[in-house]
């Protein structure tokens, strides 16, 4: 009897258990750049398990610049992604994408623009003339003309070059761009690999002009937010989850993103994540918590898209944002 009641035990354990693995929702997440070290804690956090820990059964999939990744995801492509803010707001407020933010993940922007030391460039003054790369729908092209005006360069007198961005540092490298956008949080593995070829490469920030605004965020359709709100907070928690545990652990978060990842140099990921994480936790982050924004910023933000997009200023930007799903 004893044994029976035994066996009846366990396999209602290991029913439970099976009963809890079907149960797992299939979720598909596009970033909005290649997998670089920038994204080990969604690829990191994956290969840890901590999607799996929030009864999701998630796939990543790397993006081609943030457009590409509302657009996608607003036909219905993918559940969840990465994406400025500017490419969402701008798809909104343009074209009524029923796309929103539903997390900040960084509070200040890392625009920049790359440039070769020896090209003699140190600053966005006398760009005229100059060949800058760009991908489709990429949001340093949206703030860079008042960037450029800002430093007293004529935004249309710069060629823009259309490209794939895995393609982009090589390009500066070859000398066959003059300058190239990047998140300054890439700096690290594209120095590495310019200086292999004999050459140094020089950030250029868009904040020297001015440009705290928020950057990268997470993303889903109306949709998604209103019909599946269950689905939508696990997945904000586990994201939460995988950047914290990639603050306190950084070295295991890389080496759980290269074995995801293996074209990834471990110390090119910690460079990454090391720099990465000083805009996800900062002074606003202390102040507001991970992943909400802040009035006073989300304002000046709305003003600087609205300004470089040549948007109405006073289209309700607060429909392209939706944080309450967010715990505290």
């Not at 709100?229 to 993103?257: G, Q, S, V, W, Y």
Request: charged share 25%.
């Amino acid at each position: 009897m004893l044994l029976t009641r035994v066996r009846i035990t366990l396999a209602t354990l290991l029913l439970g258990v099976a009963t809890q693995a079907l149960a797992q929702d299939k979720v598909r997440f596009q970033t909005d750049w290649i997998p670089s070290g920038e994204h080990a804690m969604y690829y990191g956090g994956w290969q840890k398990g901590i999607f799996a820990s929030e009864g999701i059964d998630v796939t990543i999939t790397r993006g081609y610049g943030s457009g590409d990744t509302v657009t996608k995801l607003a036909g219905g492509g993918f559940d969840f992604g990465v994406a400025d803010m500017a490419a969402v707001m701008t798809a909104r407020a343009r074209q009524n994408v029923p796309v929103k933010t539903i997390a900040v993940v960084y509070s200040q922007s890392p625009h920049s623009l790359f440039v070769l030391k020896s090209s003699g460039i140190t600053n966005f003054k006398g760009l005229e003339g100059k060949k800058i790369g760009i991908t489709p729908g990429n949001s340093h092209k949206f703030y860079f003309p008042k960037v450029a005006e800002r430093a007293g360069t004529d935004p249309n007198k710069i060629t823009w070059v259309s490209m794939d961005g895995a393609a982009m540092a090589a390009q500066l490298i070859a000398k066959n761009l003059d300058a190239a956008p990047f998140y300054s949080i890439h700096h690290f593995y594209q120095n590495k690999a310019a200086k292999a070829a004999g050459e140094e490469i020089v950030v250029l920030p868009f904040v020297e002009v001015g440009f705290k605004i928020y950057a990268a965020t997470i993303i889903a359709t109306d949709k998604m937010v209103a019909e599946k709100p269950d689905l939508t907070k696990r997945f904000l928690r586990a994201i939460k989850k995988t950047f914290e545990f990639a603050r306190d652990n950084p070295e295991e978060t890389c080496k759980l993103h290269v074995q995801k990842i293996p074209e990834v140099a471990l110390d090119d990921c910690l460079g990454s994540v090391r720099a990465t994480l000083t805009f996800v936790y900062n002074e606003h982050t202390q102040q507001f918590g991970w992943g909400k924004e802040g009035s006073e910023r989300l304002d000046f933000t709305w003003k600087a898209i609205a300004e470089a997009q040549e948007l109405k200023p006073d289209w309700d930007y607060k429909q392209a944002i939706d944080t309450s799903l967010v715990e505290k």
